[in-house]
T-cell receptor, first 112, second 113 residues
């Protein structure tokens, strides 16, 4: 059974800081890994999708890496802004192809 | 291109009533997923459907819950005889196929009083 863990559970940083969010998963037989953002009372916004054959993806100030063999992914946020404050969720899509399994999320606060 | 549309956004039901949540996937998407997020908890998979077929319902409670995705119209998540523990946010997601990016709707917040 796939398990996804995100560390830290919460993070508070001053504006402008670069930061790294961590995600680990127990079963390396994955199709892909997706990072999402969730604002309070809202749905999930897809940030980045990394296929299992890829090692990283970039979108603007965001960079996600994937090391499938060690079961790890990181989300790097450059030059953080108060608008980045949200919960960031990591999810893996198993190779059986039927579902995303989510971590518990990292609650990020960027202070002005 | 409209995103995943869910309605109602907020629903209040008394214990014992039925709740019906609707989801229209993104245009061109034939794969639909339902997830539940209980207060202060993570997202839990419930069911995965393709048109007229339930592919994986291993996350669905055995009783009172059912889902469908008919040939025409939205996907429906139905909860019969609701109890307070059903109060949660129910998220629908869709994709064009296995391994493609999955897009989520804004959720339906169910409150059972």
């Amino acid at each position: 059974k796939q398990e996804v863990t995100q560390i830290p559970a919460a993070l508070s940083v001053p504006e402008g800081e670069n930061l790294v969010l961590n995600c680990s998963f127990t079963d390396s037989a994955i199709y892909n890994l997706q990072w999402f953002r969730q604002d309070p009372g809202k749905g999930l916004t897809s940030l980045l999708l990394i296929q299992s054959s890829q090692r990283e993806q970039t979108s603007g100030r965001l960079n996600a890496s994937l090391d499938k063999s060690s079961g790890r992914s990181t989300l790097y946020i450059a030059a953080s802004q108060p608008g980045d404050s949200a919960t960031y969720l990591c999810a893996v899509f198993g190779s059986s192809g039927s579902r995303l399994t989510f971590g518990e999320g990292t609650q990020l606060t960027v202070n002005p | 291109n409209a995103g995943v549309m869910q309605n109602p956004r907020h629903l209040v039901r008394r214990r014992g009533q039925e709740a019906r949540l609707r989801c229209s996937p993104m245009k061109g998407h034939s794969h639909v997923y339902w997830y539940r997020q209980l207060p202060e908890e993570g997202l839990k998979f419930m069911v995965y459907l393709q048109k007229e077929n339930i592919i994986d319902e291993s996350g669905m409670p055995k009783e009172r819950f059912s889902a469908e995705f008919p040939k025409e119209g939205p996907s429906i998540l139905r909860i019969q005889q609701v109890v307070r523990g059903d109060s949660a946010a129910y998220f629908c997601a869709s994709s064009a196929g296995s391994g493609n990016t999955i897009y989520f709707g804004e959720g339906s917040w169910l409150t059972v009083v």
